[in-house]
């Protein structure tokens, strides 16, 4: 079975020859400290990954650098961003403060050609060997950019007619970017916005979905009609809201992280039949902090415990960042190999 069929077949919550592996974000020290001059296809290719995937979407867009002492960049969406030394540069500011600054507003072209390297490179390499995705937002992460998190959601309230405008900018220019992806091959859109905190969504259910849930269906849709396979990446405890993400028609879920609360296998037991689950390795302490030894140990149990009757791929419970542990990451893709053949799970 190839990498492309094995990940096919676990996302139709079929079973594969084995657990499919993928990653949200492997961060490049991660792969430095391992391989040195190693770049991300190379990794991929080295540890059998059977999904490969475009960066965050802030990284198809260029910036300019406007304060070099803060480190501090503006986006082309106009957003003022810091590095702060993480995998993503952090938002700041954004260029809309109220429905005036709408007016003579122009998000970037979607079809800049920019946006479209890393993908372009990765079919270039991979196309009908392994999965090939490309990482764009939903409805909440543009408007969330534009005009700050906290605006955005006490304008839920006070300027809803803002948020809409909003959401509608996003949409649309995510709809293009999926159209235009697939049209170059990829096979997989993963929608990355992040609904969730450590004890329940970042707005109420009922605002989820006025505002946000009509585009995710949209862009979930734009794809599935053009016959991509999609991922719903979110953060948080999102329990109260996993039914209507679900309903969107996505084909598998992630990261449903343990340190939020999330129970991977209660997600499994309820939805299973209609969405694969995707996780959920512990990347807090488990890849951090413990020996290889440890992340075997938990590896073997994750598959244990989720793989059989298929729809499951294996994955960190967020994504590789800079603080993982090159040898546990390691550790983990090699136990998966070791462990998550259909036709010995559970043996010793």
């Not at 259910?205 to 849709?221: I, S």
């Not at 991922?231 to 084909?251: F, Y």
């Amino acid at each position: 079975m190839t990498n492309l069929e094995r990940a096919e077949k676990a996302l139709g919550r079929e079973v594969p020859d084995r657990v499919p592996i993928f990653e949200l974000l492997i961060d490049q020290r991660v792969i430095d400290k391992a391989h040195p001059g190693y770049s991300y296809e190379d990794f991929v290719e080295k540890y059998d990954i059977d999904i490969a995937l475009t960066g965050t979407p802030s990284s198809n867009y260029r910036s300019e650098l406007i304060d070099e002492e803060k480190l501090i960049y503006r986006d082309e969406w106009g957003v003022l961003r810091q590095d702060s030394g993480q995998s993503v540069l952090f938002p700041l500011e954004g260029p809309i403060k109220s429905e005036k600054d709408l007016e003579n507003y122009l998000p970037p072209d979607p079809y800049e050609p920019y946006r479209f390297f890393q993908l372009e490179r990765l079919i270039n390499r991979f196309k009908g060997k392994r999965m090939v995705g490309m990482h764009v937002h939903d409805a909440f992460s543009y408007p969330s950019y534009l005009c700050g998190m906290d605006h955005l959601l006490i304008d839920l309230i006070e300027k809803p007619a803002l948020v809409h405008e909003l959401v509608r900018i996003g949409v649309e220019h995510t709809k293009s970017l999926i159209k235009k992806a697939k049209a170059l091959g990829a096979d997989l859109f993963v929608f990355g916005d992040d609904y969730g905190g450590e004890n329940g969504p970042l707005m109420s259910p009922k605002h989820f979905e006025q505002f946000f849930l009509p585009g995710m269906q949209e862009v979930v849709q734009t794809a599935k009609k053009l016959g991509a396979y999609t991922i719903k990446h979110t953060d948080g405890n999102i329990m109260s809201i996993l039914p209507m993400i679900i309903e969107t028609g996505i084909d598998g879920i992630h990261p449903l992280d343990p340190e939020a609360g999330m129970d991977i296998g209660e997600v499994k037991k309820l939805f299973g039949d209609r969405v694969c689950v995707i996780g959920n390795i512990d990347t807090g302490k488990i890849l951090t902090e413990e020996t290889p030894e440890i992340v075997e140990q938990t590896v073997r149990k994750t598959i244990v415990d989720l793989a059989p009757g298929g729809g499951y791929i294996i994955a960190s419970a967020n994504s590789i960042h800079p603080h993982v542990k090159p040898e546990n990451y390691i550790a983990m893709l090699e136990a998966t190999r070791k462990f998550g053949n259909y036709e010995h799970i559970g043996e010793k």
